[in-house]
Nanobody
Framework: QVQLVESGGGLVQAGGSLRLSCAAS????????VGWFRQAPGKEREFVAA??????YYADSVKGRFTISRDNAKNTVYLQMNSLKPEDTAVYYC????????????????WGQGTQVAVSS
């Protein structure tokens, strides 16, 4: 069992930055894919980024602007979001999967409750 808690969301102007955190308790997730997904109102949940060991993966829409990283000692994964755009507005979720499919939401077994990110123009 893994419990995930996201934090760090908020309201920011376009071009600004936020850092999201995903703290895990229970089993450590150093050996598994940890992903960030987001869901905007009226839209499906979409993949944002994932990390497994030192391998990182990004959606094209955030590549070059977002950076995913992990601190295994703190059992925490971060999502540094720079150059934010209004279209980045969504609830952001972190999740853990034991499978090798990092961009497919149904493959993820454990989910956090989400943190709201709002980017004003």
């Amino acid at each position: 069992q893994v419990q995930l808690v996201e934090s760090g969301g908020g309201l920011v102007q376009a071009g600004g930055s936020l850092r999201l955190s995903c703290a895990a308790s229970g089993r450590t997730f150093s050996s598994y894919h940890v992903g960030w997904f987001r869901q905007a109102p009226g839209k499906e949940r979409e993949f944002v980024a994932a990390i497994n060991y030192d391998n990182t993966y990004y959606a094209d829409s955030v590549k070059g602007r977002f950076t995913i990283s992990r601190d295994n000692a703190k059992n925490t994964v971060y999502l540094q979001m720079n150059s934010l755009k209004p279209e980045d507005t969504a609830v952001y979720y972190c999740a853990v999967t034991y499978s090798g499919t990092y961009s497919y939401a149904p493959a993820y077994k454990y989910w956090g409750q989400g943190t709201q990110v709002a980017v004003s123009s």
